[in-house]
């Protein structure tokens, strides 16, 4: 992700007048706004829930004058070992984790949670969605209840936490008895 701030050459726009915020008149100045705007960045990411490990971010002079900040995201190291020793059992007890298949995870939480995952049908599809400003790819896990309904989650967002679509699909199920 970048975040640019553009040079303008219209005097009197808008533009213009955002370029003034945006440019200190001093280098001191400069580089105090700009460990502000990183700073900014930092702590809403971090806000987000992501680790410092997790957030490079640095910035750039870009063509025509512009400033941009480059925000790049890492996986976080795995952690060590507390004991040399713990290591080789450490290695035999964890496997090295393959992509996970969200509707087997979703079974699994499903069946922790005391419901039965045949109950449903469950199924994974991938859909790109235009707009006019772009495209983006919609990854959803499709529940079928019966009765003709349906509802369907996000796999990121379900991945992160199984628990909270298990929920979400109880509740629906409580609002189908109750209504």
Same mark, same amino acid.
């Given at each position: 992700?970048?975040? #640019?701030? !553009?040079?303008?050459?219209?005097?009197?726009?808008?533009?213009?007048?955002?370029?003034?915020?945006?440019?200190?008149?001093?280098?001191? =100045?400069?580089? +105090?706004?700009?460990?502000?705007?990183?700073?900014?960045?930092?702590?809403?990411?971090?806000?987000?829930?992501?680790?410092?490990?997790?957030?490079?971010? &640095?910035? /750039?002079?870009?063509?025509?004058?512009?400033? =941009?900040?480059?925000?790049?995201?890492?996986?976080?190291?795995? +952690?060590?070992?507390?004991?040399?020793?713990?290591?080789? /059992?450490?290695? /035999?007890? &964890?496997? %090295?984790?393959?992509?996970?298949?969200?509707? %087997?995870?979703?079974?699994? +939480?499903? =069946?922790?949670?005391?419901?039965?995952?045949?109950?449903?049908?469950?199924?994974?599809?991938? %859909?790109?969605? *235009?707009?006019?400003?772009?495209?983006?790819?919609?990854?959803?896990?499709?529940?079928?209840? *019966?009765?003709?309904?349906?509802?369907?989650?996000?796999?990121?967002?379900?991945?992160? !936490?199984? =628990?909270? #679509?298990?929920?979400?699909?109880?509740?629906?199920?409580?609002?189908?008895?109750?209504?």
């Amino acid at each position: 992700m970048a975040i #640019t701030v !553009n040079a303008a050459r219209g005097a009197g726009s808008p533009a213009a007048f955002l370029e003034t915020l945006a440019r200190p008149a001093s280098d001191s =100045q400069s580089n +105090a706004f700009q460990e502000q705007l990183l700073s900014a960045i930092r702590d809403s990411l971090a806000g987000a829930g992501l680790r410092p490990d997790q957030i490079r971010l &640095s910035s /750039a002079e870009g063509s025509g004058g512009a400033r =941009q900040i480059i925000v790049s995201f890492t996986e976080p190291a795995a +952690a060590a070992p507390s004991s040399p020793a713990a290591a080789p /059992a450490a290695a /035999a007890s &964890s496997p %090295e984790p393959g992509p996970a298949n969200p509707v %087997e995870v979703l079974r699994s +939480a499903l =069946q922790a949670a005391g419901l039965d995952p045949d109950r449903f049908s469950l199924t994974e599809s991938r %859909e790109v969605v *235009g707009y006019p400003g772009g495209s983006y790819l919609n990854h959803v896990i499709t529940a079928e209840f *019966g009765n003709g309904l349906r509802e369907s989650y996000g796999v990121e967002l379900m991945l992160r !936490n199984p =628990q909270v #679509t298990v929920v979400e699909m109880q509740r629906l199920l409580a609002s189908q008895v109750s209504g």
